[in-house]
């Protein structure tokens, strides 16, 4: 329960930093970070909740954004950097480098809340 | 101690976002690039995109509406002029914001900021022709009339308004991908963009230092016979038989002339390294009623350029009070260059002439702060010129200007490292001008006189303005400003230690060549010669001969003529030259010294129907045949010119060996036996066939699979945003002039009757960015040769369902 309210709220928070007009684009690290040192839970634990939440956030978003463009752009950027044209690859591609930045972010937040209970 | 763990993860976290928040290599920074919120994705407009907008801003005098139709064409209306010209900017920036900073950039010399290292020659060359120099003198012209100052200050204020506006999010992804910044414009942008176009269309059009090569080594009567100035089969822009007027000017040759000059034996090892494309060229052609099956007059237009994505034009229609004008626009400069209004049409070709030359400057010493000019040391100008390099430290370079203009090559700049030639360059393109007022008069002119005042005042690039009126009146004007030449001055490059070998004036406006209603019926450009020998000026230039005689003997076998019929000549793929040169081929031939392979593929060129359609094997025989024989003719008689000079036309192969096949060029000058036209037609194409094999085998045999026609994005690198491989046939010698990457980059039509009927297309799409629908959907139907209605929108539209977004400007605080 505590591993999905984890992902779900990584995700949230995640999002709402990314529409924040001062936020720079990794601020979805630092929201993800907080929800781990909020939500606590194991190191490994909190870095797969963390992973998955911005896959889930960075992949479902891109995957949005390219069913309404008809994938006409990311055709075109899987040509360029490069990944044969495939439109799912880079979608993948951008939930694996978001969550990646996720996860190290909230197991930084899970060993953070264990040395400060300490 | 769990302080540790943490340490490192966060250290982690850090390292990631760091690295992917950096530009490592030629990768763009991978993390903010992918991120959904914030990189690439931002650029992936929705199928359904809502245009419509309600925009409050500073500086526009009154309300104005813009009403986009199903292909994302603007019909501005503006109450004002000033506001017109801002919202244009505006637009120009919402849609093409990359490629009006790149080509600027690029314009001033700053590629390298951009491209690295391997700009830096590039740069160095753009700044040692003057193009800032040149702007700047633009720059200045612009702002002296009022008019035209509040114009272009408009234009400017609106391009940054958009920039202004722009959040990063909306950043066009080239910016993404690259890493870098949009800067804000100004109107020295504006006259950048215009020197661009005069050095694409004016700067590629002389070979002075190759020319000065090629007469160290032939004599004056043989630098005639290669290099003809008036070719035999030439049908000239103004009919033959027009009566020229006395010259206005007459000028005279130095008394060195022979000497110092046409008698001169040496070598120059400088050669530009950017030197235009060949082929920027155009066709224009104008119908009278007579010929008409409407009996109204039509207009027809195709600017032969490189093509990109995003296109160079900018479809747009412009409505104030004091002016209704519908047309293609240049992104980054204000008005509608080729277009029409509710009276007239109008269209440009290049003038092809040579209007740069070369002066030899003797320096008193290394520093270049003196040079002998009229017998004394005179003092140049230093301008020192820092070039920013990607990644870089700065490069330096410092260029001298003279009485004649900026030296372009000198010891710390020249391809060979010679050093030992200082060349100072004379460019028409240099002079205080103002060619965009040219398009603010023209956008308003209502009849023959209005036209043909408004063209008067342009300069550089010479452009074959092609006109036509609602009142039935059909002109043409090879417009621009161009010097009195003496007999073969400035073919090669001159003497530069006094003033005698300058140009002594320039021909008078009205004696530009012009027609106006001839008996016939119809005008027609297409970057030949304007005029037969009867001319009374020298007037060297890159002229193409063959596209102009099938226009000619098109227009001039037609009666009844409709709109369709001119759509079908502008896909029109006949190959007049190969017409001349096939009896020729095929006479010489010998068939019993040809391989299995060749006599096949001679049995196709035999067969072939002289089109140069994309299906054709004979169009690609023929080429690769004709090119080998043009080098077994050339290869050893050019190769005695160091470094280089240019081939002969083909066109002046084809008339020199009709009128003799013994031509003494056959011989090859290394063998000692004497070849004739037989053995080389014959062994030419032995060698193509070989060639031509491989390409069969490789499935490339038909014309188009060979040539691979294809639009690239302005960085030629992003191939994921080119468009390759389009079904077209045509080459640079036919009027459906499609070449590799170059060709008809607007195809235009206008029927002058009532109601303006008007068609166009061009290779790629309003929105500049590759993400949107509207980025390259007219590619399809500009290979298919079909063409796009163009809604020439009146007020009481405002409700048609043609206007499917409305964008509202008001004044904002």
């Keep these: 329960m505590k591993f999905l309210t984890a992902i779900i709220l990584t995700a949230l928070t995640g999002f709402i930093a990314g529409t924040l007009s001062f936020s720079p684009w990794w601020g979805f690290a630092v929201t993800s970070l907080l929800v781990a040192v909020l939500v606590h839970q194991k190191a490994g634990k909190a870095f797969l909740a963390g992973f998955l939440g911005i896959l889930l956030l960075w992949a479902g978003l891109a995957y949005w954004i390219d069913a309404k463009n008809n994938s006409v752009l990311s055709q075109r950027i899987a040509h360029i950097l490069p990944l044969n044209g495939n439109s799912l690859l880079l979608i993948l591609l951008t939930g694996v480098a978001g969550g990646l930045i996720g996860g190290f972010a909230a197991m930084s937040g899970s060993f953070l809340r264990a040395s400060s209970k300490k | ?159 940054n308004a958009y920039i202004r506006t722009m959040t990063d999010a909306e950043m066009p992804v080239e910016y993404k991908l690259l890493n870098i910044q949009p800067e804000p414009w100004s109107n020295l942008r504006s006259a950048l963009l215009l020197k661009m176009m005069a050095k ?128 293609v626009s240049l992104p980054g400069s204000p008005f509608v260059v080729i277009g029409f209004n509710d009276s007239i049409a109008w269209g ?176 027609e450009s297409a970057n ?78 035999r067969d072939w129907d002289l089109n140069a359609s994309p299906d054709s094997k004979g169009q690609t025989i023929y080429q690769c045949w004709w090119d080998s024989l043009e080098v077994e003719i050339w290869q050893d008689d050019m190769a005695r010119v160091v470094p280089e000079t240019p081939w002969p036309e083909e066109q002046t192969t084809m008339e020199l060996l009709k009128k003799d096949s013994a031509l003494i060029y056959i011989d090859n000058r290394n063998t000692t036996k004497r070849e004739t036209l037989a053995e080389l037609v014959t062994t030419a194409l032995n060698k193509a066939s070989a060639d031509l094999r491989k390409k069969e085998l490789a499935g490339k045999l038909e014309w188009t699979k060979f040539k691979n026609p294809s639009v690239y994005h302005l960085i030629k690198d992003l191939k994921g945003f080119a468009r390759m491989g389009l079904p077209v046939g045509g080459n640079g010698n036919i009027i459906n002039a499609i070449t590799h990457s170059h060709g008809p980059s607007w195809r235009m039509i206008v029927h002058m009757t009532g109601q303006t009927e008007a068609y166009g297309v061009y290779p790629g799409g309003q929105n500049g960015n590759p993400g949107s629908r509207f980025y390259d959907n007219y590619v399809n139907q500009w290979a298919a040769g079909e063409y796009n209605k163009l809604w020439f929108m009146h007020d009481g539209d405002r409700s048609d369902k043609q206007v499917k977004w409305i964008m509202k400007f008001s004044t904002g605080k």
């Excluded at chain 2, 004056?220 to 290669?226: A, C, I």
């Excluded at chain 2, 700065?394 to 030639?421: H, I, Q, W």
């Excluded at chain 2, 010998?590 to 060749?598: D, G, I, M």
């Design chain 2, 1 to 159: 101690m769990r302080l540790l763990p943490f340490a490192i993860s966060a250290a982690i976290t850090a390292g990631l976002v760091f690295t992917l928040s950096n530009q490592w290599g030629p990768m763009p920074p991978v993390g903010k690039f992918l991120s959904p919120q914030y990189g690439f994705w931002q650029n992936a407009e929705p199928a359904g995109e809502n245009f419509d907008a309600d925009l409050q801003i500073p500086g526009l005098k009154a309300k104005a509406e813009v009403f986009l139709d199903d292909r994302l064409v603007p019909h501005v209306f503006a109450g004002n002029d000033h506001d017109l010209y801002f919202i244009q900017g505006f637009l120009h920036a919402k849609f093409r914001l990359f490629q009006m900073d790149l080509q600027t950039k690029a314009a001033a010399g700053r590629a390298s900021e951009i491209a690295g290292i391997k700009a830096i020659n590039f740069d160095k060359e753009q700044r040692r022709l003057g193009m800032v120099y040149a702007a700047e003198k633009a720059v200045i012209e612009i702002e002296k009339d009022p008019t035209s100052k509040e114009l272009f200050d408009a234009y400017t204020s609106g391009v």
């Design chain 2, 200 to 327: 694409m269309l004016s700067s590629g059009t002389e070979h002075d230092l190759a020319n000065t090569n090629a007469k160290s080594v032939f004599l004056p009567d043989e630098l005639k016979r290669l290099y003809p100035q008036v070719p035999d089969s030439l049908v000239p822009i103004v009919p033959k038989g027009t009566v020229f007027e006395t010259p206005g000017i007459v000028p005279v040759a130095p008394a060195t002339a022979d000497s110092l000059y046409l008698g001169r034996k040496d070598t120059v090892n400088a050669k530009e390294i950017s030197k235009p494309d060949i082929n920027n060229g155009s066709n224009n052609w104008v119908v009278a009623g007579s010929k008409t099956a409407s009996g109204a007059p039509i207009l027809c237009n195709d600017p032969h350029l490189e093509l990109s994505l995003p296109s160079i034009w900018y479809e747009i229609q412009l409505v104030s009070p004091t002016s209704n004008t519908y047309g």
């Design chain 2, 348 to 523: 440009v070709t290049n003038a092809q002439r040579d209007v740069k030359d070369y002066y030899e400057i003797k320096f008193r010493d290394n520093s270049k702060q003196e040079y002998w000019f009229n017998g004394k040391w005179e003092k140049t100008t230093l301008k020192e010129e820092i070039i920013k390099v990607k990644g870089q430290a700065d490069v330096k370079d410092t260029v001298a200007y003279t009485v004649f203009g900026p030296v372009m090559f000198d010891a710390s700049f020249s391809n060979e490292l010679s050093g030992n030639r200082n060349l100072a360059v004379r460019w028409v393109a240099h002079d205080p001008s103002n060619e965009g007022y040219t398009f603010y008069h023209l956008n308003r002119a209502k009849n023959y006189d209005e036209y043909a005042a408004a063209i008067a005042t342009f300069q550089c690039p010479g452009q074959n303005f092609i006109f036509a009126s609602k009142t039935g009146d059909i002109g043409i004007w090879q417009q621009g400003k161009f010097p009195a030449r003496w007999d073969r001055q400035g073919l090669y490059v001159m003497p530069g230690e006094d003033s005698s070998y300058m140009w002594q004036g320039f021909i008078p406006q009205q004696e530009n060549p012009h027609a106006k209603n001839p008996e016939r019926g119809f005008l």
């Design chain 2, 528 to 605: 030949q010669r304007p005029a037969d020998s009867t001319y009374p000026y020298f007037i060297p230039g890159s002229y193409i001969t063959p596209r102009g005689i099938t226009i000619e003997n098109k227009l001039a076998a037609m009666s009844g003529i409709t709109v369709k019929d001119m759509m079908a000549l502008h896909g029109n793929y006949f190959n007049t030259l190969a017409e001349d040169i096939r009896p020729l081929l095929l006479a010489n031939v010998r068939e019993e010294a040809l391989h299995p392979e060749s006599k096949k593929y001679l049995q196709l060129f």
